[in-house]
């Protein structure tokens, strides 16, 4: 048994039976948009820097 803590919602849990990587986010919607975030992120940084923004799909959709 390991518990684990969301990287997104904080949210924690427990699974039994651990295999292949360790999981980061509670389940697929909190990765979607923790990685999201971070791509906005990445931008932002980019444009404040007076770089031209990263090629990354922010637009949402799918
Ligand atoms: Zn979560």
């Known amino acids: 048994m390991e ?3 969301c990287d997104h919602c904080g949210k924690e ?3 039994e039976n651990r295999r292949g990587q360790k ?4 389940g697929v919607p909190c990765r979607k948009r923790a ?3 971070r791509d906005r992120a990445l931008i932002h940084a980019a444009r ?3 770089l031209d923004a990263p090629r990354v799909n922010v637009a949402g959709g799918r």
């Open 48 to 50: 404040a820097a007076g």
């Open 23 to 26: 999981p980061l986010y509670c």
């Open 35 to 37: 990685h999201r975030a």
């Open 13 to 15: 849990w427990t699974r």
């Open 3 to 5: 518990s684990y803590k």
